[in-house]
């Protein structure tokens, strides 16, 4: 296992936007998709008016955070960045006007788009693709925005996994977040406000997500939050057999077993029940009391 | 001589902490707050604190609940007490004197739930001797089976054994607690038994005064908050 970070500290609170979340809350953030062609919800929140129409139910089902998104992962048709922020920064700036307080997160890899999402309002950068654009810390830093650090293998944006072979993959998950983590940090973004995720099947076969899922504690002793995003993702599909409709069984249970060895955030599009399983592997941790106890007790 | 007392039950939920984020029961806990606070407020130099227990004992007088006993999670005895904790009705009933700022003299009594009503009645009386103004609380409720959700599902002789409980308490008569049926109230699980006796025995004559304060059965169990008045 690769010594800790010496950025991070465990057990240390996490802040995003005015709000600090200590090392016992697991926070849901809700995928909004401002795309036509997402692999799950395959452009249900294209419109603006259904997409502000999402951002309202996730609220209202208890999301932590919302992740507003103008790419795909997947390989496609080419999105510009002039048509990223075309579809994402006049909706995170209508988001930021309806909830003041709201934590928003946006998809997004390219400093150019992460610049003006920051400015519309944006507090956190998920950058999905493993730091492949250098210039992303110093936008999180000049607009005081926290940054995802993910592990992506290495792989360009967009791209899928093809014959990845890792000597140790959990070894590479933490030499380069843990790199990227540092490395944000020496550009001046809040150490605070620095997230580590190992992207479930970004430059990854199933087998490698499973290891990242079952080693992630080594990914929570570094001391930095860890964020996992592990929704209806194709590891799921494979390890179930299941097709894109019958993977929510697979998805609760995985992010059940990160919550349990120490995630913090839940990138998700299930609210009420992520929220549910979050709640109950709290409980079961001790991190929460349960919602209402009387069996027993009267 | 007897000061005042004052009956509360010992159902593990009064602890605030024990029912997770719902206060579940509020109006109980403010019965027995107020039951206590009217103890104190009678002026008691000692209150002695009574429940039932698997023996009959004198438990030290910083003896504190065993919160992990029924909540692991929360641990925080261990931290502050490395102790035998005494039983459960005393933990509570020391807690409720704690939540009502008592700082005087305390004594933390047990009595078994087996001990025979002469041991029980003989225990009051000697309570009683105390001092010359000595506050008692007593931590018992009634029976467990007065619905089929109950701890003991439901059992038809339940309302009438807690009517016969109520009716002391309201009354101030505890003489008929003195001939309490040993054998009916385990099998309707009033664990409190026995000290419902040691009350009996310590309060011979009529109590001047009385106050129901709570009366009921939320969850199957027969919650009785009283205060009584002394001789003293």
């Known amino acids: ?298 | 001589m007897i000061a005042a007392a004052a009956i509360c039950p010992p159902a593990p939920l009064l602890a605030r902490e024990l029912t997770g984020l719902d206060p579940v029961i509020p109006e109980l806990r403010q019965a027995c707050a107020a039951a206590v606070e009217r103890l104190v407020r009678a002026g008691p130099e000692v209150i002695a604190v009574v429940g039932s227990g698997h023996r009959t004992s004198t438990w030290p007088a910083d003896g504190r609940l065993n919160l992990a006993a029924f909540a692991p999670a929360l641990g925080i005895r261990a931290a502050l007490d490395p102790g035998p904790s005494p039983p459960l009705p005393l933990g509570l009933g020391a807690r409720l004197l704690d939540e009502g700022g008592y700082r005087g003299p305390r004594v933390l009594r047990s009595v078994s739930h087996d001990a025979p009503a002469a041991a029980c009645l003989r225990l009051g009386a000697d309570l009683s001797c105390l001092g010359d103004r000595v506050g008692l609380l007593v931590m018992a409720d009634g029976s467990a089976c007065r619905s089929l959700r109950a701890p003991g599902y439901l059992d038809s002789r339940a309302a009438a054994f807690d009517a016969a409980l109520e009716r002391a308490g309201r009354g101030g008569d505890l003489g008929p607690l003195r001939a309490m049926d040993q054998g009916l109230a385990r099998e309707l699980l009033a664990t409190a038994r026995s000290g419902w006796q040691v009350l009996a025995g310590a309060m011979p004559g009529r109590a001047p005064a009385t106050e129901i304060l709570y009366a009921d059965d939320p969850f199957g169990v027969f919650y009785l908050v009283a205060w009584l008045a002394g001789s003293a």
Request: with cysteine; charged share 25%; net charge negative.
């Open chain 1, 1 to 298: 296992m690769i010594p800790p970070a010496s950025g991070g500290q465990e057990g240390t609170a996490l802040r995003l936007r005015e709000r600090s979340f200590g090392p016992e809350q697991r926070l849901v953030m809700a995928i909004v998709n401002r795309t036509p062609d997402s692999f799950y919800d395959r452009g249900a929140t294209w419109d603006e008016a259904a997409a502000m129409e999402r951002v309202h139910t996730v609220v209202g089902e208890g999301a932590d955070i919302v992740d507003i998104g103008g790419v795909p992962a997947a390989p496609g048709a080419e999105v510009t960045v002039a048509e990223e922020i075309r579809r994402t920064v006049p909706f995170v700036a209508a988001v930021r006007a309806a909830y003041p307080d709201l934590v928003i997160s946006v998809d997004a890899y390219r400093h150019q788009s992460a610049g003006e999402l920051c400015a519309a309002g944006a507090d956190l950068i998920n950058d999905t693709w493993g730091g492949w654009d250098e210039r992303l810390p110093e936008v999180a830093a000049s607009c005081g925005a926290g940054l995802v650090c993910s592990h992506a293998g290495g792989l360009p944006p967009r791209t899928r996994p093809f014959r990845v072979e890792y000597g140790d993959v959990m070894a590479d998950v933490l030499e380069r977040t843990l790199a990227l983590a540092d490395r944000a940090v020496a550009r001046g973004v809040d150490p605070s406000r620095v997230l580590i995720d190992p992207a479930h099947d970004f430059g990854k076969n199933t087998w490698h997500s499973l290891e990242v899922t079952r080693r992630l504690g080594e990914m929570v002793a570094t001391g930095w939050p860890v964020l996992v995003s592990v929704s209806h993702k194709d590891f799921i599909g494979e390890t179930l057999n299941a097709g894109r409709e019958e993977r929510l069984t697979g998805t609760l249970a995985t992010s059940a077993v990160c919550a349990w060895l120490g995630a913090r955030v839940f990138r998700a599009h299930q609210v009420t029940q992520t929220r549910q399983v979050l709640d109950m592997v709290s409980a079961i941790r001790g991190d929460r009391p349960p919602a209402r106890a009387v069996r027993g007790l009267a």
